[in-house]
């Protein structure tokens, strides 16, 4: 059947290897490009909508999974398939369970062609069974993407970087030769921000030198809710959960004008009761 994909992999080698595996397994599979960033396969994703991403999990800028994550929020409304995603991995047993438990189809480094053709049989009747259940209602369809969002919850779960010991009490922010002592409990949001992470208190706001994914395993999570993958806060600073007009789910919060966007992969922490 004819199909699309974009392979995301930054050893020039292994992405020709799996280029040409995939040439002889699927000759009628159209791969739209091949890129060795992170960043830009999240932008050429988005740009050609492929039916199929084979994304290597280290890469540089962001990691296949950060790709993944940030495809699911910022996937536009009006595409209804998302793509099926192989996810490319040295990873050992013990992860590669985390990926079946998901529901995502992975592919060992070095790429075994028996391994190859197994994946290309899923992706491919997967594919057919889209194609069916968008013309005929009698076929069951492929997960939507609020089901995808779930695995791909679970996924991250799996992987995420473990709580370090007691939760942080206090940031030390470097401001000129004076360090400000931030107490985490005056903090309202956290904000990535390039190679830093915008720190918003009811009073003032703070750059510190870290990434957001290095200092979130530092909060209590059961206080400190990721509602975006750039974007952490804190659960009793929230004042309401507002739908708008557009679908958009927007945060208005206490002793801040601010409004922050859930993404569609944190939707679930908003459940009326």
């Not at 800028?61 to 991995?89: H, K, S």
């Not at 060992?108 to 062609?113: M, T």
Request: proline letters at 7%.
């Amino acid at each position: 059947m004819k199909a699309t994909a974009l392979i995301a992999e930054d050893e020039p080698l292994l992405a020709a290897n799996l280029q040409a595996e995939l040439a002889q397994l699927w000759p009628d599979l159209q791969v739209l490009a091949n890129v060795t960033h992170g960043t830009a396969a999240l932008q050429q994703a988005l740009a050609l909508r492929p039916d199929v991403l084979f994304l290597d999990i280290h890469m540089p800028g962001m990691t296949g999974l950060e790709v993944a994550q940030a495809l699911a929020e910022d996937w536009p409304d009006e595409a209804a398939a998302f793509p099926l995603i192989v996810f490319v991995t040295a990873y050992d047993q013990y992860a590669v369970q985390a990926f079946e438990r998901a529901a995502f189809d992975y592919v060992l480094k070095p790429v075994q062609p028996q391994r190859m053709a197994h994946t290309c049989s899923r992706v491919q009747a997967a594919l057919q069974q889209r194609a069916r259940a968008a013309t005929s209602p009698a076929v069951p369809a492929m997960p939507a993407v609020p089901d995808l969002m779930q695995q791909l919850r679970s996924l991250l779960d799996s992987n995420a970087a473990p709580q370090q010991g007691p939760a942080l009490r206090v940031l030390q922010v470097q401001s000129g030769n004076t360090i400000i002592m931030v107490p985490v409990d005056d903090i309202i949001y956290l904000e990535a921000a390039d190679k830093y992470v915008r720190v918003v208190t009811a009073s003032r706001e703070h750059l510190i030198r870290i990434s957001l994914r290095e200092l979130q395993p530092q909060l209590d999570p059961q206080v400190f809710w990721q509602i975006h993958r750039g974007s952490i806060v804190r659960c009793d600073a929230i004042a309401s959960a507002v739908r708008e007009a557009n679908g958009k789910l927007m945060l208005h919060l206490h002793n801040c004008p601010d409004r922050l966007q859930v993404s569609r992969l944190y939707l679930h922490l908003f459940k009326g009761l």
